[in-house]
């Protein structure tokens, strides 16, 4: 990588020096020839850009592999939206219990559960909730 930016550089300055002969000569071939350096220039630029970039994404990876994993598993684990582990937990109460539903959100939550406290909100058991589609509040997991 480093080669390459050296390269470049290289051809850069042989496209300015060129591109200075040619205008005190007035020599056509030295401007052509500082087009074609300043080309060569982009060209090893674009090619150390790209294997830079590669050789970041690989060093991000190793690094995530390495310490990243287990934090975002955790940080997975936190978010009630998501809850990767609650299909093999067994149901934190059974089917007859009681639950309040909210109709505005569909959902329903235990009788304990802030986020039940709202006008409007039903008394039911967990089974008839259910049944009428609501969806189990994910902060106390009805
Ligand atoms: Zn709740």
């Known amino acids: 990588m480093t080669g390459l930016i050296a390269g470049s550089l290289l ?8 591109v200075v002969y040619g205008w005190i000569t ?10 074609a350096a300043s080309a060569g220039t982009a060209v090893l630029l674009a090619l150390a850009y790209s294997k830079s970039k590669a050789e970041i ?3 991000l990876e190793r ?3 390495h310490s990243g994993a287990p934090r975002s598993r955790s940080r997975r684990a936190a978010n009630p939206a998501a809850p990767p ?7 934190a109460s059974p089917p ?15 009788p304990d559960c802030r986020y039940g406290r709202v006008k409007g909100a ?15 509040c994910g902060i106390c997991r009805p």
């Open 11 to 18: 051809l850069l300055g042989a496209a300015a020096a060129s």
């Open 26 to 35: 007035t020599n056509q071939t030295f401007v052509f020839l500082s087009i």
């Open 57 to 59: 994404a690989a060093a």
């Open 63 to 65: 690094r995530r592999m």
């Open 85 to 91: 582990g609650s299909r093999s937990r067994p149901p």
């Open 96 to 110: 007859d219990a009681e639950v309040v539903a909210v109709p505005g959100v569909r959902k329903y939550h235990r």
């Open 122 to 136: 039903q008394t039911m058991t967990r089974s008839t909730a259910r049944r009428r589609s609501f969806e189990a």
